[in-house]
């Protein structure tokens, strides 16, 4: 009897912790409903720098820029990267005026120069990155429209199926064309636009094909098909040359950025070491010691960049 009792009194107990842990959990989800609703919801504050980069971005002067960022696949609007760049500018004179203890004057003109230099390598390599994208994307694009072609669409159909189905950055590119053969614009000339916007020797050759089999006609299928496999072949080779001249290009970029902060640190440790660069004598010894620096970068650059 007491056996049962005890029993009876655990299942009542188990009953009723489950039921008021379920109560519980209700009433958690609730609390973080309503949190996050209180948080999220209703007009947020925004500051004074804020409100003005976005009455900035809305501009016509933003507009260059957001074509430049747009171009480089810079998430950023004009605003944002404005202020990247002034943030960019303070730190490097703070790191020079701190860890090489350059004069001030000399501080602004060298961070100036710094800060406009990396801005343009920076374009340039995310430029070259989205192109390079592209191109490894394109025996994925020509087996697309190979299969199109094969299954009874026409080359139109086809590039709509690629702007569906082929991913970033190659897919912006392809909506575009296939937006403007809607509107009405000569297949040629969208295509043409297309590949002055990308500007490299495979999408070139790319274009050519469709142009000439879409003029004089042909098995469209089987050209895509062996120049997606061709495209593929050329992916390997360039990822071994990559490969074998990665020491090369590395030591291109290292030659010319050691020289310069041995300089930049004796000047720290021996003060005034930088000053005689600055005389007469010495505005001569820093220009050809700048122009060798550059050149001995291109040449190895030159050296390394093998063509396929």
């Known amino acids: 009897m007491t056996l049962f009792i005890v029993t009876a009194l655990t299942v009542l107990m188990f009953i009723i912790s489950g039921y008021y842990y379920l109560d519980y959990r209700k009433d958690k989800r609730e609390w973080r409903k309503n949190v996050h609703d209180f948080y999220n919801k209703g007009n947020k504050r925004k500051s004074f720098i804020v409100l003005l980069g976005d009455r900035f971005d809305r501009t016509e002067t933003a ?80 087996r697309l429209l190979a299969n199109s072609t094969r299954s009874g669409m026409t080359l139109t159909q086809g590039i709509n199926l690629v702007a569906q189905e082929i991913s970033q950055p190659a897919k912006g590119e392809f909506q575009r064309l296939a937006q403007e053969i809607t509107l009405g614009i000569d297949f040629n000339s969208a295509l043409r636009s297309m590949e002055k916007r990308i500007n490299s020797r495979e999408f070139q050759l790319f274009v050519a094909t469709l142009l000439i089999q879409k003029k004089a006609g042909g098995n469209l299928y089987s050209v895509l098909d062996e120049m997606s496999q061709t495209l593929e072949e050329r992916k390997i080779l360039q990822q071994e040359i990559k490969t074998m001249t990665a020491e090369q290009r590395y030591v291109s970029y290292l030659v010319p950025v050691i020289p310069i902060i041995l300089v930049l640190m004796m000047n720290n440790v021996i003060d005034g070491f ?35």
Not at 93 to 116: P, R
């Open 63 to 142: 507009q260059p820029i957001y074509e430049k960022l747009t171009g480089a696949n810079i998430p950023f609007t004009p605003s944002e990267y404005i202020g990247a760049l002034v943030v960019s500018y303070m730190g490097i004179i703070i790191i020079l005026q701190n860890f090489f203890s350059l004069k001030l004057s000399i501080t602004f003109i060298l961070a100036g120069f710094m800060l406009e230099a990396g801005k343009r390598v920076l374009f340039l390599i995310r430029k070259n990155m989205v192109k390079q994208r592209i191109i490894e994307q394109l025996p994925e694009i020509c």
């Open 274 to 308: 930088l000053d005689p660069l600055f005389s007469g004598l010495g505005i001569i010894l820093l220009i050809f010691f700048l122009g060798g620096t550059v050149l001995t970068f291109i040449l190895v650059r030159k050296v390394t960049n093998i063509r396929v």
